[in-house]
């Protein structure tokens, strides 16, 4: 599976983005897919989640109400909604599918993960 992700780019503080990663290689529809991201000096966390098995969603606590994870399986695509971002907010945001239907929290969860998209928000 290969994943492309794009999107990214530089925003002030409330201010609003949406990421893409298209997906080939694999059937899309049976993967779960998932948005990590890494700021800087930091190690990679989980931001949200959609699961293909029974289209469920999870996000983080730190973009509850403000993210929103979405898919288009006719397209190959995932999306990320980024609204009122914050200077916290500022990372590389990584991609990411699951095929074994575990699609936690964890890295660990995902076996195939796209070359990230840096998002800068600045104060």
């Known amino acids: 599976v290969q994943l492309q992700a794009s999107g990214g780019g530089s925003v002030q503080a409330g201010g609003s983005l949406r990421l893409s990663c298209s997906a080939s290689?694999?059937?899309?529809?049976?993967?779960?897919m998932a948005w990590f991201r890494q700021p800087p000096g930091k190690e990679r966390e989980f931001v949200a989640a959609?699961?293909?098995?029974?289209?469920?969603?999870i996000y983080a606590d730190s973009v509850k109400g403000r993210f929103t994870i979405s898919r288009d399986n006719a397209k190959n695509t995932v999306y990320l909604q980024m609204t009122s971002l914050k200077p916290d907010d500022t990372a590389v945001y990584y991609c990411?599918?699951?095929?074994?239907?575990?699609?936690?929290?964890?890295?660990?969860?995902?076996?195939?993960w796209g070359h990230g998209t840096l998002v800068t928000v600045s104060s």
């Open positions: 959609a699961r293909w098995y029974d289209s469920s969603t």
């Open positions: 990411a599918a699951d095929f074994r239907g575990l699609s936690g929290r964890g890295t660990y969860d995902y076996d195939y």
């Open positions: 290689g694999r059937t899309f529809s049976s993967l779960s």
